[in-house]
């Protein structure tokens, strides 16, 4: 039931960051939800020392650093920070959304799968740069000397 209700309330916040104006109250439940989460997930399997601790899956740094950015945002807010200068840190309300797919086990596993062949991916886009380089220069060539016919 844990993470079905950690999915719901990922929807709800998404749902309610969608909306043209915010409810900046909600920002608050949603924190505090996402703090009891995480404080029961390293309650469970602790914080950084043991091998599966909460620190040790990257999935649950997201969790960390949007929780932490939450929190520094409210910090700010309460002395006095206008709105404009903390637009920065509140662009980490959206990864929230991508909690889902750390909570998704299929998901998990596309996003997994794709992050590892990034560097295989990289290596064809660089060829695919390099032989659109050499037919666009190719093309140059004989367009430049044609018209010099002309």
Known sequence: ???????????????????SQPIEETEYVFL?????????????????????????????????????????????????????????LRTFRVLRALKTVSITPGLKTIVNAMLHSLGMLAEVMTLTVFCLMVFALLALQVISSSSSFM
Do not use: H
């Open 1 to 19: 039931y844990f993470e079905l209700v950690v999915m719901t309330t990922i929807l709800l916040n998404c749902v309610f960051l969608a909306l």
């Open 32 to 88: 505090v939800i996402y703090t009891i989460e995480m404080i029961i997930k390293i309650i469970a399997k602790g914080f950084i020392l043991n091998k599966y601790s909460y620190l040790r899956n990257p999935w649950n740094w997201l969790d960390f650093i949007v929780v932490l950015a939450g929190y520094i945002t409210l910090c700010l807010q309460a002395f006095g920070m206008t709105i404009g200068n903390l637009s920065g």
